[in-house]
């Protein structure tokens, strides 16, 4: 499935410094970072749709029951109402779709990746006053409710599942084939989430490299976090050679040469080299 259509360019600059300001936040806010994702990506999206899923999440947090009490009571009332209810939920041909990794199609859609869909669980529980936070199973992303040592942990993607300590590890063997180790069952920050979102929009596009276009705003949006991989510099420059932007590539590729040179010599070397390749490309 195609893309939608990005912004205009004066759209997508004010959106992306929006961006950058709101990652740079104190407190930054996670329905707020997902949408402008969205907007990026989907030229259709206004401010009246963000303030549409908004708005939609607090309705749906005001179905939620006052205060259920013990974090597994938290649980069961968010699949009642997200999961049985209304419908959230995935299966494997939204790992297809660009929609899956953006949050205003999948409030409309209740279909997409289990790191969005968790994002719903945790905006909507958040809302109702629960102790809510999304756990970075390796291989599957779900929602933790409660004291991480005596935390409740559910899977939106199977409709929010309540999960026991054997399901966890039975979703972690079966995506990456090792144990469950008790770190992954830590919090994870907001601006992880999002990062990890950005990160599978790369991954969606590097399968198409007609999407070339969709890769290259997710690593301009993944360089405007506070904290990122210095290598996202390589992988924007290489994309950009690959889009046929030799010049800007060659660029960007010299400009990484010079900080990767000074801890490692040969790598700068090899990445000087790459810069020489992408500028002959222009003759």
């Known amino acids: 499935m195609r893309a939608p259509h990005p912004p205009p360019p004066e759209r997508s600059a004010e959106l992306r410094r929006r961006f950058a300001e709101e990652a740079r936040c104190e407190r930054p806010d996670l329905t707020t970072l997902c949408l402008l994702i969205g907007a990026v990506a989907d030229g259709s999206l206004d401010e009246a749709g963000m303030d549409a899923v908004e708005v939609e999440l607090d309705r749906l947090a005001g179905e939620l029951p006052y205060r259920p009490g013990s974090p597994r009571a938290w649980a069961l009332a968010l699949r009642d109402l997200l999961g049985e209810r209304y419908g959230f939920g995935g299966v494997s041909d939204d790992y297809q779709r660009l929609e899956s990794s953006l949050l205003h199609a ?77 770190s992954s069952l830590a919090p994870a920050g907001v601006l992880d989430v999002v990062s990890r979102v950005l990160n599978n929009v790369r991954a969606w596009a590097e399968a198409r490299p007609e999407e070339s276009g969709v890769g290259l705003w997710a690593l301009d949006l993944s360089l405007l976090l506070p904290s990122h991989p210095a290598r996202l510099r390589y992988e924007r420059a290489v994309l950009l050679v690959r889009r046929g932007e030799f010049l800007a590539g060659a660029g960007e590729l010299e400009a990484y040469a010079e900080v990767v040179g000074a801890v490692d010599a040969v790598a700068g070397e090899r990445v000087r080299g790459e810069a020489l390749a992408a500028r002959a490309m222009l003759n």
């Open 106 to 182: 999948v409030v409309r859609r209740r279909r997409g990746l289990p790191i969005l869909l968790s994002v719903v669980w945790m905006e909507v529980a958040r809302r109702g006053g629960a102790p809510v936070y999304g756990v970075a199973l390796p291989g599957h992303f779900v929602v933790g409710v409660g004291e991480v040592e005596a935390q409740v942990l559910a899977d939106p993607f199977g409709g929010g599942r309540v999960l026991s300590g054997a399901d966890a590890s039975v979703l972690v063997a079966g995506a990456t084939g090792v144990p469950l180790d008790a």
